[in-house]
């Protein structure tokens, strides 16, 4: 893996979460639109929003529909050039093909679209035939970072793969992420795993409420101490 250093990445839907996540002393925000389709595109106008309330780095979702499934390329395409233009330097994306392979079509419009910009390949790896293979052709589509529980079930479910995929030399840097629970993080750590993202975890009123600093505190105090 090519990062050693801790990091802890918090879902943002607005400015009011940017803020949260940033007092909190996160290291990264994901911003997204819609959680009750597992996160989508946001607009161009929350994207400004958040920009403006936080210095943190924000990573962007491309992400048109429910599924892992490309929707609209061209619409998603035109989408992320005008979050370029507003400022989006850091992106998130993913698809798979309906054999639930990477969407090497979709992925490299994308790539060609975001022009070297980083981006995190998202939990699409999770339902891949294989994931362990999956994380390998990754690494030569050049994202930086891939987003896995290890299983579509999350975290829980998908330990074993977790740890064989932090024990990679080299590749994408590895960030947990899906339904992760704070009891996990000792024993990811211990596994190597370095990246944590979390969502409903630093929101105790649920996603109808704002990320709570005081939550993502215990969250940095977690996976850094």
């Known amino acids: 893996m090519s990062s050693k250093t801790p990091l802890l990445e918090v879902i943002a839907l607005d400015a009011a979460d940017a803020e949260g996540a940033q007092a909190g002393g996160a290291d990264r925000l994901e911003l997204v639109a819609d959680m009750a389709q597992d996160g989508l595109t ?3 106008e929350t994207l400004r929003d ?3 309330a936080t210095d943190l780095p924000v990573r962007v979702m491309l992400r048109d529909n429910g599924s892992f499934a490309i ?4 619409g998603l395409r035109a989408d992320t050039a005008r979050l370029v233009d507003a400022g989006a330097r850091e992106f998130v994306f993913g698809f798979l093909t309906v054999d639930s392979e990477i969407d090497l079509d979709a992925c490299e419009a994308l790539i060609k679209e975001i022009d070297g910009l980083p981006w995190t ?3 699409a790896i999770d339902r891949t035939r294989d994931p362990l293979r999956a994380y390998d052709r990754l690494a030569s589509l050049g994202c930086d970072t891939v987003l896995a529980a290890g299983h579509p079930s999350g975290v829980a479910s998908g330990l074993s793969v977790l740890q064989r995929l932090a024990q990679r030399e080299s590749g994408p840097d590895l960030l947990v992420g899906g339904g992760l629970r704070a009891q996990q993080v000792h024993l990811l ?7 944590f993202h979390v969502g409903s975890a630093v929101r105790p009123g ?3 409420a704002a990320v709570d600093a005081e939550t993502v505190r215990t969250w940095v105090d ?3 101490s």
């Open 71 to 74: 929707g609209d390329l061209e």
């Open 206 to 208: 649920g996603w109808q």
């Open 121 to 123: 390949f998202h939990r």
């Open 222 to 224: 977690l996976v850094k």
């Open 50 to 52: 958040v920009l403006s």
């Open 42 to 44: 946001p607009s161009v």
């Open 189 to 195: 750590r211990a596994g190597g795993v370095r990246g």
